[in-house]
T-cell receptor
Framework: SQQGEEDPQALSIQEGENATMNCSYKTSINNLQWYRQNSGRGLVHLIL?????REKHSGRLRVTLDTSKKSSSLLITASRAADTASYFCATDGTNSGYSTLTFGKGTMLLVSP | GAVVSQHPSRVICKSGTSVKIECRSL??????MFWYRQFPKQSLMLMAT?????????EQGVEKDKFLINHASLTLSTLTVTSAHPEDSSFYICSASWGGPYQETQYFGPGTRLLVL
């Protein structure tokens, strides 16, 4: 069953503006990851936040995690046209020797010059 | 580092034929490989998980006799879509991790677009 649910489904902004995407999930997790996918391409890992972390930064990316609300947000600051892509959250909830990711439906971000 | 390749990048086949997709980890040994399917404008759905040298574990609803997975070496896993039908047309993506005590990160291939006529 689908674990993560992102909103909005689509987001259109101007270059320089900030973009915020949200992800909600249903079961307990070990970590939550955000990925980016350009049209028709594979996924690029952006950032991982563990269940005991609340906020994490990487360059222009800021991720928050609220395990009590079972939600996460991805903020892209000072967006660029090159940030145009689909963004997915993925939850990792297994305790076995390898991660098993469950992906959300994604947010399509369009950044206009 | 941690590059994963897939071949072919796209394939068109006739209904009833079988198609093999390769997934290779180029610069690391992938103890575990994952196969996902993505329909247009939808999310990735995990199909199966394979560990080198053992049988793949399939997700519920995925036919193991239709989607044959082989992970014969630490750098190569193959997905064979047998007797493909138009409804099998999709974007197939593999990912790989190198295991260890608890490997959290999967490295994704560029995907293979399959069109069954």
């Amino acid at each position: 069953s689908q674990q993560g649910e992102e909103d909005p489904q689509a987001l259109s902004i101007q270059e320089g503006e900030n973009a915020t995407m949200n992800c909600s999930y249903k079961t307990s997790i070990n970590n939550l990851q955000w990925y980016r996918q350009n049209s028709g391409r594979g996924l690029v890992h952006l950032i991982l936040i563990r269940s005991n972390e609340r906020e994490k930064h990487s360059g222009r990316l800021r991720v928050t995690l609220d395990t009590s609300k079972k939600s996460s947000s991805l903020l892209i600051t000072a967006s660029r046209a090159a940030d145009t892509a689909s963004y997915f959250c993925a939850t990792d909830g297994t305790n076995s020797g390898y991660s098993t990711l469950t992906f959300g439906k994604g947010t399509m971000l369009l950044v206009s010059p | 580092g941690a590059v994963v390749s897939q071949h072919p990048s796209r394939v068109i086949c006739k209904s009833g034929t079988s198609v093999k997709i390769e997934c290779r980890s180029l610069d690391f040994q992938a103890t575990t490989m994952f196969w996902y399917r993505q329909f247009p404008k939808q999310s990735l759905m995990l199909m199966a998980t394979s560990n080198e040298g053992s049988k793949a574990t399939y997700e519920q609803g995925v036919e193991k006799d239709k989607f044959l997975i082989n992970h014969a070496s630490l750098t190569l896993s193959t997905l064979t879509v047998t007797s493909a039908h138009p409804e099998d047309s999709s974007f197939y993506i593999c990912s790989a991790s190198w295991g260890g005590p608890y490997q959290e990160t999967q490295y994704f291939g560029p995907g293979t677009r399959l069109l069954v006529l």
